[in-house]
């Protein structure tokens, strides 16, 4: 069973980059999948999650109206398209998986690092 975010790297300010959470060993589909990054010095916050369903719910008012959250169930993966980077969104971002029926977050990716240049 295992997470794996992909499509990080470096960008310049205003740029655009998208992320990937694909699973392996479990289906997404049962799954409420969120995002979250983990600045340098700082601890991790919530970005978004994406319902079963393909609801999202922000988790920071920094990044409404800059990224979106997108379900491949065929592919088994969540994608998140991040527009508009402000170096302030540099961070290792991470998905992780959670059932729906319950509150915790069970399996996490391994990160993926973000840098965005002023």
């Known amino acids: 069973v295992q997470l794996q975010a992909s499509g990080g790297g470096l960008v310049p300010a205003g740029g655009s980059l998208r992320l990937s959470c694909a699973a392996s060993g479990f289906t997404l589909d049962r799954y409420a999948i969120g995002w979250f990054r983990q600045a340098p010095g700082k601890e991790r916050e919530g970005v978004l999650c994406?319902?079963?369903?393909?609801?999202?719910?922000y988790f920071s008012d920094s990044v409404k109206g800059r990224f979106t959250t997108a379900r491949d169930n065929d592919n088994n993966t969540v994608y998140l398209q991040m527009n508009n980077l402000k170096p302030e969104d540099t961070a290792v971002y991470y998905c992780?998986?959670?059932?729906?029926?319950?509150?915790?977050?069970?399996?996490w990716g391994q990160g993926t690092l973000v840098t965005v240049s002023s």
């Open positions: 994406i319902s079963a369903r393909g609801g999202t719910t």
């Open positions: 992780a998986a959670r059932k729906t029926s319950g509150p915790t977050y069970e399996y």
